[in-house]
């Protein structure tokens, strides 16, 4: 069993910045990638970026120069740094984990996600 946990969202100002943070635990031999989804009401599921396990990484158009992904391997956790949110990038964030278990099955698995509004 795997436990994904989202942390760090919340309420922030247009022009501010905030960190996310997803922790990935259990049943984990190798992580090959982690990402950041978002939803927001009424629309579909958006890609926002993602990090492989050799650091490459990889932004959603909307998201490319404003926002920061990143990981810590010992503890397969990773970080979405915001800046310069704007009201459009309100929604909830939702981790998504692709890795090797350690019963030799490649498993895609997800958080519960995190609500991050951007108003003034």
């Known amino acids: 069993q795997v436990h994904i946990v989202e942390s760090g969202g919340g309420l922030v100002q247009p022009g501010g910045s905030l960190r996310l943070s997803c922790a990935a635990s259990g049943n984990i031999l190798s992580m090959y990638m982690m990402r950041w989804f978002r939803q927001a009401p009424g629309k579909q599921r958006e890609f926002v970026a993602h990090i492989t396990h050799v650091g490459t990484t990889n932004y959603g158009a909307s998201v490319r120069g404003r926002f920061t992904i990143s990981k810590n391997n010992d503890n397969n956790t990773v970080y979405l740094e915001m800046n310069s949110p704007e009201p459009e990038d309100t929604a909830v964030y939702l981790c998504?984990?692709?890795?090797?278990?350690?019963?030799?099955?490649?498993?895609?698995?997800w958080g519960q996600g995190t609500q991050v509004t951007v108003s003034s």
């Open positions: 998504n984990v692709y890795f090797l278990s350690e019963g030799g099955n490649r498993v895609i698995d």
